[in-house]
């Protein structure tokens, strides 16, 4: 059996080059496939903070209906935009070799970061956190759109700068020299990585996509997913998490962040990787007995009032 895989994609810019690149690497596997680019909720509606919008499957949601539909067989996404729980049907067809998970500041020069006053830009909560952690005196505001629109509204805006995922600013090749790496910031789980979904009962799909995937990448997000997973119980929260591999060993980095930055509960576990097996749920669990079950609590109360 031979048939055109049709790819399901957002309409950005950075979608695009995702979707072209799955694309490619598909076609040079023998497969044939046909672009289906789509507006998700979460790019059509760039006034209101995401976490308003019920941030968990804003940028997939639109996608799985199409797939579920049989209007698309695969759909390609940032596995970081992509819900723990995927819809009934829906499976994990591949995840790609991961680029750079940092996230970086595009700044308008950096002297405002040691005299303790600037306006920062960023419409993740998680990234919102971290900076009033390490930066109490400054104000961040709400900054939406795709990474060409956040650009533009950074240039158009007296903001210091701006946070952004160096993934996608490098994908789409608009990475300024005007940029700092923040290394001490935790990424968002799985935060440089794409996913490819399909059909649970679409086998031809699935060994096409399982040519494509990257084994350690996925090992890494995996445990930082089942971490998420733990944690937020189905809600957005401010979770950092990052696993990487070295020397055959499995380092976990986690920490939950109260909504202003004032609170921080991190986990550090380092395992063989034969031994990952519970390695995010495990790492979780330290965090809610360590203060993070009252803080998820009040999280949560703030966010659904």
Known sequence: MSKVIRIGTRDSELALWQAKT?????EKTGHKTQLVPVKSTGDLNLDQPLYEMGITGIFTKTLDVAMIK???D???HSMKDVPTALPKGIVEGAVMKRASNKDILVHKGVKFLEN???????GSLRRKAQWLNKYPGHNVVDLRGNVN??????????????????????RIEIKPENFIDLNW?????????????????????????????????????HIEREFLKVLEGGCTAPIGALAKVLDNHVHFHGALFSLDGTK???????????????????????????????????????LNN
């Open 22 to 26: 799955v694309q490619n690497a598909l």
């Open 70 to 72: 049989g209007e698309v």
């Open 74 to 76: 695969i759909a390609v």
């Open 116 to 122: 303790g006053e600037g306006t920062i830009a960023t």
């Open 149 to 170: 629109t956040r650009m533009q509204k950074l240039n158009d805006n007296d903001w210091n700068g701006a946070i952004f995922a160096a993934a996608g600013l490098e």
């Open 185 to 221: 910031m935790i990424p968002a789980p799985a935060q440089g990585a794409m996913l490819i979904v399909a059909m649970e009962n679409d086998d031809y799909c699935r060994e096409a996509l399982a040519m494509l995937n990257h084994k350690e990448s996925e090992i890494c997000v």
């Open 264 to 302: 921080k509960i991190e986990v550090e576990k380092s395992v063989e990787i034969r031994d990952i097996e519970n390695l995010g749920k495990e790492a979780a669990m330290e965090i809610l007995t360590n203060g993070g079950k009252e803080l998820m609590d009040s999280i949560k109360s703030v």
